[in-house]
């Protein structure tokens, strides 16, 4: 195997560590907390208190995520501004808890 096979092959176990990384708990916990507080800083202050992450102690990659109707424009809009920031896998993930958060909303 060549120098330059060996460095591709290297980069890609890198980007699988990469992803399984994004997927774990303590990284989705971290950003759960960073979207709860930033809703909750941008929401109006009589409906900060109906943000909340709940994370399962039991099972730890399930979350809960309440919120009333009225404050769900500012949980999507935290979403939405820290996608970028995220790892592919975590991005993943959050955009397809806003969709169905959006799916709930519309029923």
């Not at 992803?19 to 989705?28: A, H, I, Q, Y």
Request: aromatic letters at 6%.
């Amino acid at each position: 195997m060549s120098n330059e096979e060996t460095r591709i092959i290297e980069r890609l176990v890198q980007e699988i560590e990469n992803l399984k990384l994004g997927l774990d708990p303590p990284v989705l916990a971290g950003w759960y907390a960073r979207i709860e507080r930033e809703a909750r800083a941008k929401a109006p202050e009589h409906l900060r208190e109906s943000i909340q992450v709940i994370q399962n102690e039991i099972l730890p990659m399930k979350f809960e995520f309440r919120t009333s109707k009225r404050a769900v424009r500012y949980v999507i809009e935290a979403i939405d501004r820290n996608l970028a920031a995220m790892p592919m896998a975590t991005r993943l993930y959050f955009q397809k808890l806003s969709e169905l958060i959006q799916a709930e909303m519309n029923r």
